[in-house]
């Protein structure tokens, strides 16, 4: 049973690996709630295992990051938003950077490279994330879509 749990496990690394090269499919507002949880969790998975010095195991839970963040990208660009297509682009740059990091042994250069990550969340929370004060649920401010 271990063994088989094992195989199971292997599969699906290898299977999400493959899925982290195809773009998530982002077509309206709950798909785009989705694909900023998935990144969520993504990046704080990814952060937490970094901070354990587990390097190969952050840069696993980060492989889900770039694909919601390109049907992000996408999103925006059916809806011709080219100063939010710009920031998705950022963000997915800052996190090839921080896959790239997390692949070697470096893992202070790792951590810059995360918060470089951080900053590009941020900056497009800052200009196009709203939070309902008494729910705490996220939306886009008005007039952003
Ligand atoms: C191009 C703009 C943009 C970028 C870049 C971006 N976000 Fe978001 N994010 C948003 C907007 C707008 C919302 C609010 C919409 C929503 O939550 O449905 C949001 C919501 C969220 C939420 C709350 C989801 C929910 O509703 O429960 C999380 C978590 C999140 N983002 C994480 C991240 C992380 C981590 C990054 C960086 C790797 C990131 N985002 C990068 C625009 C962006």
Same mark, same amino acid.
């Given at each position: 049973?271990?063994? +088989?749990? !094992?195989?199971? !496990?292997?599969? #699906?690394? =290898?299977?999400?690996? #493959? ?14 709630? %989705? ?20 390097? $190969?195991? $952050? %840069? @696993? ?10 049907? =992000?990208?996408? +999103?925006?660009?059916?809806? #011709? ?8 682009? &950022?963000?997915?740059? @800052? =996190? ?8 070697? &042994? ?7 490279? +995360? @918060?470089? =990550?951080? /900053? &590009?969340?941020?900056?497009?929370? $800052?200009? $196009? ?6 729910? @705490? /649920?996220? #939306? ?6």
């Amino acid at each position: 049973m271990g063994r +088989f749990l !094992a195989g199971v !496990a292997v599969l #699906s690394v =290898v299977l999400a690996g #493959s899925i982290g090269h195809a773009q998530m499919k982002v077509a309206n507002l709950d798909d785009y709630r %989705k694909a900023m949880q998935a990144i969520g969790g993504a990046v704080g998975g990814a952060n937490k295992a970094l901070q354990g010095g587990m390097m $190969a195991d $952050a %840069k @696993k839970a980060l492989a889900a990051a770039k694909p919601n963040l390109m049907g =992000v990208e996408a +999103f925006f660009t059916a809806r #011709s938003k080219p100063e939010l297509v710009a920031m998705a682009k &950022t963000a997915i740059e @800052k =996190v090839d950077a921080l896959d790239k990091a997390l692949g070697g &042994t470096d893992s202070a250069a790792a951590m810059a490279a +995360f @918060k470089e =990550v951080g /900053a &590009t969340c941020q900056a497009c929370h $800052a200009k $196009a994330r709203d939070q309902d004060p008494n729910t @705490k /649920a996220y #939306s886009f401010k008005p007039g952003i879509l």
